[in-house]
């Protein structure tokens, strides 16, 4: 299938020919049960799989848009909405919404929100009223993605890696996470924290700042903050993100998601 999708995205006059669009679809479909990831963990090191985002790109062109009716609404689209939650094992809230090409795995709860194509997410997790997860994006386990929170998607261009959560992470209400930031392991974020790929982030916990771009160090407690720029017309406040705390091992997981936020006084 890989060969085929590097082949037809030189030459899209390719979609045409079965043996190509159904390289396209299958992959598609591998996608949407779990059989294929965009992105995974290899050798501790994360990998993001180009070939299996050209083909999602090139799944548009080969679906027609059509009409979906679900009781009293409906949709006009061209991908499909997932089903059979039942026999997957999966809790969802009307009005959840996960299009096809996404894979939710067993014990997920997804309250009122948004899964778009090429997403993952793992088993254990939930995610909150009105998120959003984006095209692409990973989640892994046991992860509370909370209230209004926003994850990145990204099709294009795709050398670009997708926003990562890795086990057992904690998002904050209105969180926005977007431009391939990772969240490693057990991080906490409090309410608000904005990450794009030039966020500062910054570890306010020693005597001297230690400066991070693109992802938080696994077990952190990280909060919004402000850092003061010079620009030609003064100086100005910009967003950052602090780190200012570490996540206690000793504490049991399911509790210490709100209680290491507690611990320093910050909202959920």
């Not at 090429?118 to 386990?141: F, H, R």
């Not at 998607?153 to 996470?177: H, M, N, T």
Request: glycine share 8%; aromatic share 8%.
């Amino acid at each position: 299938m890989k060969e085929l999708i590097e082949i037809v995205w030189e030459n899209r006059d390719l979609l045409k020919e079965s043996k190509f669009s159904d390289a396209i679809k299958s992959t598609v479909d591998k996608l949407d049960n779990g059989k294929l990831k965009v992105a995974e963990k290899i050798n501790e090191k994360w990998v993001v799989h180009e070939w299996i985002k050209k083909a999602v790109i090139l799944y548009f062109p080969l679906m027609e848009m059509k009409t979906i009716e679900i009781g009293p609404f409906e949709f006009h689209d061209k991908i499909k909405l997932k089903t059979n939650y039942k026999e997957q094992d999966v809790r969802v809230v009307p009005h959840a919404i996960a299009r096809y090409g996404s894979f939710i795995n067993k014990g997920v709860i997804l309250m009122p929100s948004y899964v778009n194509i090429g997403s993952n997410i793992g088993s254990g997790t939930m995610i909150d009223t009105w998120a959003t997860v984006g095209s692409c994006a990973q989640i892994g386990k046991n992860v509370h993605v909370s209230g209004g929170v926003g994850i990145g998607g990204v099709l294009e261009p795709v050398q670009a890696a997708p926003v990562i959560i890795e086990d057992d992470a904690f998002i904050g209400s209105r969180c926005i996470i977007v431009e391939g930031v990772r969240i490693e392991k057990q991080a906490v974020l409090g309410a608000n924290v904005v990450l794009t790929a030039s966020t500062k982030i910054i570890d306010v916990t020693n005597d001297k700042p230690i400066f991070y771009k693109g992802y938080i160090p696994e077990n952190s407690v990280v909060i919004p903050g402000s850092l003061t720029k010079d620009f030609s017309a003064g100086k100005y406040n910009v967003p950052c993100a602090l780190i200012i705390g570490k996540r206690k091992e000793s504490t049991n997981k399911k509790t210490s998601l709100n209680d290491a936020l507690r611990d320093y006084n910050v909202s959920a």
